[in-house]
């Protein structure tokens, strides 16, 4: 019963580094997307995804890659970093085409230094 | 532009009394809105949420209120207890544009601190 699980929980980078936040979910959802929180900005939508092989930009997706080969997994990249980066990201998953329970499942986060 | 907006940074209430929280979205698109608790240090988790189509929607202690015309939806936590203390999220969704019907739209967060 994991849920969604991100990894790393803690990330610090130097400038300019790539890295790759790994998002895994175990409940068979369509629907899996990253997001980030910013202090007094919210939670904002950088990319998502409806399924394999499918991915779209969210609100704010300068800087970060994407792909969906797999139900399961949906890995963001950071290809090179900057401070602006520095943040808290959150994937979440859920399924589609049932707007009764329509409630996404975070992840517990990753908190992305870079410096 | 700010689609949902949560005007209140913070709210402190005291234990057993009533916790509303509100909430003010401009997207006359959006028909779903969800509420979401946060706790330091974890994921947000899903709590309630409503469609356009109600006007009220409770789930124990937890009643949201949707008022279309105003474009306004509140959170009532009744009665308040210590465990409710954490940031709460507003959410918006609109079905009908054209495939972004699972992207959510959250506001900045509201922190409730429920006072023994």
């Known amino acids: 019963n994991a849920g969604v699980t991100q990894t790393p929980k803690f990330q610090v980078l130097k400038t300019g580094q790539s890295m790759t936040l790994q998002c895994a979910q175990d409940m068979n959802h369509e629907y899996m997307s990253w997001y980030r929180q910013d202090p007094g900005m919210g939670l904002r939508l950088i990319h998502y995804s409806v399924g394999a092989g499918i991915t779209d ?6 800087g970060y890659n994407v792909s969906r ?7 963001l990249r950071l290809l090179s970093a900057a401070p602006s980066q520095t ?7 859920s399924y589609v085409g049932d707007r009764a329970s329509y409630g996404y499942t975070f992840g517990s986060g990753t908190r992305l230094t870079v410096v | 532009d700010q689609q949902v907006k949560q005007n209140s940074p913070s709210l402190s209430v005291q234990e057993g009394r009533i916790s509303i929280l509100n909430c003010d979205y401009t997207n006359s698109m959006f028909d779903y809105f969800l509420w979401y608790k946060k706790y330091p ?27 279309k015309s105003a474009k306004h939806l509140s959170l009532h936590i009744v009665p308040s207890q210590p465990g409710d203390s954490a940031v709460y999220f507003c959410a918006a969704s609109a079905s009908r544009s054209g495939g972004s019907n699972y992207k959510l739209t959250f506001g900045k967060g509201t922190l409730l601190t429920v006072n023994p």
């Open chain 1, 87 to 93: 943040s808290v990201y959150f994937c979440a998953s």
């Open chain 2, 41 to 67: 240090a974890e994921g947000p988790t899903f709590l309630i949420s409503i469609s356009s189509i109600k006007d009220k929607n409770e789930d124990g202690r937890f009643t949201v209120f949707l008022n």
């Open chain 1, 57 to 62: 930009q969210g609100e704010v997706p300068n």
């Open chain 1, 69 to 75: 080969s797999t139900t399961e997994d949906f890995p």
